[in-house]
């Protein structure tokens, strides 16, 4: 059972587009993060969000933490070839196991030119 | 600062085989974590060690173990490996080990593949 349902699995643009990534789920978190990962390395931290309905911004890529912290949202405005990847979004259960992060699946953005 | 380095970068082993994973946490964080990422999937969270004690541990089985010593370095060792075994395994540091530090940070994995 994925504890986060991430979606869409796979994301395929041009170059300038907008898109939205999401992360669900029915329980609620201690705090969320994002990652990006390149094939054959590890993830790579881009965001931690911990309060209900805060809004993080990185240079074109916004992310947002849902009012009762069961989802989030990544944007990426004007979408570049340099951000394709996968991105991830783990989350920490307050009353689970202490160091535990919750995957998602995973959204594999490809970027073209 | 050094991240979080893991060692080998790749390993090929036979079914049957024991394999040593190694993991050095970023310099001044305690807590390291060990996760396996099979093809196409997220992470799944293995193990928990904070103060050389295993603190939390995943849907693994028992052929799966850890330990993590005195300078906060850690090893992940899996015995009578399976074809199912292959899969990059990630190691993890974070600070502190409490509530609201949960952010962790990623090694670059090691990548088994078990023939």
């Known amino acids: 059972t994925q504890l986060l349902e991430q979606s869409p699995q796979f994301l395929s643009i041009q170059e300038g587009e907008n898109l939205t990534v999401y992360c669900n789920s029915s329980?609620?978190?201690?705090?969320l993060q994002w990652y990006r990962q390149e094939p054959g390395e590890g993830p790579v931290l881009l965001v931690t969000v911990v309060t209900g309905g805060e809004v993080k911004k990185l240079k074109r890529l916004t992310f947002q933490f849902g009012d009762a912290r069961k989802d989030s949202s990544l944007h990426i405005t004007a979408a570049q070839p340099g951000d394709t990847g996968l991105y991830l979004c783990a989350g920490a259960v307050r009353g689970s196991t202490l160091g535990r992060l919750y995957f998602g699946r995973g959204t594999q953005l490809t970027v073209w030119p | 600062d050094a991240g979080v380095t893991q060692s080998p970068t790749h390993l090929i082993k036979t079914r049957g085989q024991h394999v040593t994973l190694r993991c050095s946490p970023i310099?001044?964080?305690?807590?390291v974590s060990w996760y396996q990422q099979v093809l196409g999937q997220g992470p799944q969270f293995i193990f928990q060690y904070y103060e050389k004690e295993e603190r939390g541990r995943g849907n693994f089985p028992d052929r799966f173990s850890a330990r993590q010593f005195p300078n906060y370095s850690s090893e992940l060792n899996v015995n009578a490996l399976l074809l199912g075994d292959s899969a990059l395994y990630l190691c993890?540091?974070?600070?502190?080990?409490?509530?609201?530090?949960?952010?962790?940070?990623f090694g670059p994995g090691t990548r088994l593949l078990v023939l």
């Open positions: 993890a540091s974070r600070p502190l080990a409490g509530w609201g530090q949960e952010t962790q940070y």
């Open positions: 329980s609620v978190f201690s705090s």
């Open positions: 310099s001044g964080h305690k807590s």
